[in-house]
């Protein structure tokens, strides 16, 4: 895909489209880590929190609890 480095007040952007924004899972406010390397290519990669352990076993022991008899079934 080809862009082009556009003027956005007294800085310069990319616009990216809500299609390419759905595509990546991306919105607004996202924060993105921008890597340049060797050569000048450019890597943009999404900074997503990973949940915590917490959050996690919660999410397991509340789907544990919502499927017992089909857990039980499958057993």
């Known amino acids: 895909m080809i862009k082009t480095i556009t003027k956005i007040g007294n800085s310069q952007g990319i616009i990216l489209e809500a299609a390419l924004m759905d595509m990546a899972h991306l919105k607004a406010g996202d924060e993105l880590n921008l890597e340049i390397h ?24 509340v ?13």
């Open 38 to 61: 060797a050569g000048g290519t450019i890597t943009l990669t999404p900074i997503r929190p990973r949940p915590s352990k917490e959050a996690i076993s919660k999410t397991i022991k």
């Open 63 to 75: 789907t544990m609890k919502d499927y017992a008899r089909t857990m039980k079934k499958l057993a």
